[in-house]
């Protein structure tokens, strides 16, 4: 698919001033940036509007400096002053390895969650931001909730970003608009451009997959009830874009939910996709640690093994099923549903549906070339795994 820029408009106002009775102009000097406009248009085609680019930026999703650190791998903080909790809470092993390269991470004031709904406007407010950056999901919560009106109120300017629900249409959309905010406009185009290189490849080698393998792709497996998935959005639809065939698109109506553990046995998927993460401090609700994929940074590839091994115990005949007999039962970090570095993961399952067509592809070195390039930590730890 093709993407085209999003262009930020830029509007200055005129410099003269007609006098009375004169046939003469007096000009008025000063700055044009001092009168422009900054103007873009977010992912739910909202018109943003500023009196001048942002200098104070909101991040309502923690996990948005992911984006961040692609455009400034030396400073994702810069014009940041204030993050959403979900960065700490749900992704420890980026959060610790970005502490490590960034301490100034923890001065960082954090907002609260807007789909948890603990978000005042008068923190908000006490932050002075010239703009908010939230999610799609962040978005239509606060709409729900009548936060946003609450913000509207208050003359809080907010844009709307999504990796999450379609991210094959608004990963670079979402970059192109992070680049306008923080001034990284070429940073983005060359992001979207390596992003868009394997994108296209994949898609074009996946019109060659003749039998597509049925995929289940379990949400955070072990975590919570058996079974959440997605339906053709988020991982699921790289499930789809790569060649493969997403279980979830006909059982689940909306954009995600959840796969009974019986409906899972009768489909007997060919592979099996479980997201996961550095959930060591997770408890269940009677306190015991849950069982879960351990894939992330500083995870070695010996405990993702062992982590992956575990999961079929977790629910009754699953050790049964073809993939986990024919060792198709893979894990993935599931941070790669909220991340620019979804292509990536794209790539990852193309190789698992068709291993033959992408033996010229390494994976691995590709992870790290891009951490390389576009992360402000290290790309060592284990973010894929197959058991």
């Known amino acids: 698919m093709a993407h085209t820029p999003l262009k930020v408009m830029v509007v200055v106002a005129a410099s003269a001033m007609a006098l009375v009775g004169c046939g003469a102009a007096e000009e008025v000097t000063g700055g044009a940036g001092d009168d422009a406009a900054f103007s873009f248009t977010d992912i739910t085609g909202r018109d943003v509007e500023l009196d001048k680019a942002p200098d104070r930026v909101i991040l309502g999703e923690g996990r948005s400096l992911f984006a961040t650190g692609v455009l400034n791998t030396d400073n994702p903080l810069d014009k940041v002053v204030g993050i959403g909790t979900d960065l700490k809470q749900n992704v ?3 959060y610790k390895a970005l502490e490590k390269e960034l301490p100034s991470v923890n001065e960082v004031p954090e907002v609260g969650g807007f789909t948890k709904g603990d978000v005042t406007v008068e923190k908000l407010v006490s932050l002075d931001p010239d703009l908010i950056v939230l999610s799609l999901d962040q978005y239509d919560a606060s709409r729900q909730a009548g936060l946003t009106d609450k913000m ?4 809080l300017e ?3 970003t999504d990796f999450r629900r379609d991210p094959l249409e608004n990963t670079p959309r979402t970059m192109d608009i992070f680049g306008e905010i923080f001034g990284q406009e070429d940073r983005a185009e060359e992001f979207n451009s390596d ?3 394997t994108v296209d490849l994949v898609e074009d080698r996946a019109e060659k997959v003749k039998d597509k393998p049925k995929t289940f792709v379990w949400r955070s497996a072990g975590v919570s009830d058996c079974c959440g998935s997605w339906n053709d959005s988020n991982i699921s639809q790289l499930v789809n874009a790569a ?4 279980i979830g698109d006909k059982v689940i109506p909306g954009e995600s939910g959840t796969i009974t553990p019986e409906k899972v046995l009768e489909s007997d998927p060919d592979m099996i996709i479980a997201t996961g993460g550095d959930w060591s401090e997770m408890k269940d609700d009677e306190g ?3 069982g879960y994929a351990a894939v992330g940074y500083g995870i070695d590839e010996k405990e993702a ?3 992956i091994a575990k999961l079929p115990e977790k629910q009754a005949g699953f050790d049964k099923l073809r993939a986990v007999k024919e060792h198709h039962l893979h894990s993935m970090w599931h941070q790669f549903y909220d991340s620019p570095f979804n292509y990536l993961a794209l790539l990852q399952v193309a190789e ?4 033959e067509a992408y033996a010229d592809m390494d994976v691995a070195k590709q992870w790290m070339d891009a951490q390389d390039k576009y992360s402000p930590v290290s790309g060592e730890g284990t973010f894929f795994s197959t058991n």
Request: proline content about 11%; glycine content about 14%.
């Open 158 to 160: 907010y844009a709307v």
């Open 305 to 307: 093994q062992g982590s």
């Open 195 to 197: 992003w868009q290189k």
């Open 92 to 94: 420890p092993d980026y």
């Open 288 to 290: 015991h640690p849950v």
């Open 152 to 155: 509207d109120q208050a003359g």
């Open 352 to 355: 698992w549906i068709d291993p």
């Open 243 to 246: 060649g493969g065939e997403n």
